[in-house]
């Protein structure tokens, strides 16, 4: 059995942000929706770690599923 973490609102933002741009790059990617709870658990698992970045919470989760950057955390091109 799992042991419960709670975290404060901060926190909570943090990983709502991090799996809302970890789902937005998994769609971009055209993965299936399924794979947002696991997506969710790896980011819930970083938080409770001390992990507070959602940039970091985000890229981290989608490096443990083997992908190598997020198209969603990458700097905008710059204007020509």
């Known amino acids: 059995m799992q042991s419960l973490v709670a975290f ?3 926190v909570t933002a943090a990983i709502v942000e991090a799996c809302e741009k970890a789902s937005q790059s998994m769609r971009d ?3 299936p929706e399924g794979m947002r709870e696991t997506l969710a658990r790896r ?3 970083l938080a ?3 992990e507070r970045n959602p940039d ?3 890229e981290h989760a989608l490096r443990s ?3 190598s950057e997020s198209p969603r ?3 905008a091109a710059a204007d020509a």
């Open 8 to 10: 404060d609102e901060q």
């Open 29 to 31: 990617w055209g993965q």
């Open 43 to 45: 980011i819930v698992e």
């Open 48 to 50: 409770s770690k001390g």
């Open 56 to 58: 970091r919470l985000c």
């Open 65 to 67: 599923m083997g992908f």
């Open 73 to 75: 955390l990458q700097p």
